[in-house]
Every structure is written in C-alpha cells, then in structure tokens.
C-alpha cells in the first residue's frame, strides 16, 4: 500500500466519522479523498471507481433527504420545525461545541414545535423530527461506508 493510499485511506476514514459526527462534510470529505487517489493512481479502474462512488454519494444524498422527509411530512411536522431546530442547533455549536448541535437542534424543534402545536403534542413531534435526523444519519452513514468499500476494491483491483 502506498503513502497516497494510506493517507487516502486515513481521509475516508475521517470523511466517515464526519458524516456521524456534524463537525466534517463527511461525504464530500470521503469523494474528495477518493478523487486524490484517482488523479494519483489514474486510469480506468481509478475513474471508474470514482464514477461509482460519486453515484453511490449522490444517492445517499438524495435519499437521505427524501425518505426523512417524506415521513416528517406524513407526520405532519412541517419543513419550518425543522429550519428552528437546524437554527438553533447552530447557535448551539458555537455556545456548547459539538454536543450543542444536537442539544440546540432539539431545543429547536421542541421550541418550535410547543409554539405550534402545544406542550402535550409538542415532545413526540420532537421525538418523530429526531428520529428522522437519525435515518437521516444513518442512510449517509452507509452511503460513505459502500463508497469507502468501492475504493477498497478499487485498491485491490490497481
């Protein structure tokens, strides 16, 4: 394994860790990781590799916003709870590095969400909205963890 490979290899997995941990763009991390080692190693196997892991990251994208979303929308949870607990998870990165993203956001939708619907009903639309951000989470977590695979076999086939 060579040095561009192994560094590749340290960035996917940071790129990884990124997409679980909200301080990285975890798959733009992981496709540029992937791109270096395809301009280093180069030829067909290289960019059809890196073909592969675009596709397979653009879908996670996609697929990591529509299926949350299409089931907060069933809920009835609508697109503004979610911007208040994006908003205030913000705020919240910057007052309590990294765990106040999370606690930020929820305070957020709660917020939001007991202003719209009330107290009793306010706590399991946050429950729904949260669960949503963890498929959310999930679906881009296994979208990089197949690209990172595809690399691997990338690796093996150059």
């Known amino acids: 394994m060579s040095l561009v490979e192994v560094l590749v290899a340290i960035a996917i997995a940071v790129g990884v860790a990124g997409v679980v941990v909200p301080v990285l763009p975890g798959t733009l991390l992981v496709l540029a990781a992937v791109l270096v080692w395809t301009l280093e190693v180069g030829g067909t196997t290289a960019w059809t590799v890196f073909a592969v892991v675009t596709v397979l990251l653009a879908l996670g994208t996609v697929v990591k916003y529509a299926v949350p979303g299409r089931r907060l929308k069933d809920a009835g949870i609508p697109t503004s ?42 706590w399991p639309s946050t429950r729904h909205a949260l669960r949503a951000a963890g498929l959310s989470i999930l679906i881009e977590l296994a979208a990089a963890l197949t690209a990172s695979a595809a690399w691997v076999v990338g690796v093996v086939l150059t």
């Not at 911007?83 to 929820?106: E, I, K, Q, R, S």
């Not at 939001?112 to 009793?120: P, S």
């Open 81 to 122: 709870t979610l911007w208040a607990g994006g908003a205030l998870g913000v705020v919240g990165f910057f007052v309590v590095p990294v765990v106040g993203l999370l606690v930020g956001f929820v305070l957020g939708v709660y917020l939001a969400e007991h202003r719209r619907v009330g107290g009793t009903a306010a």
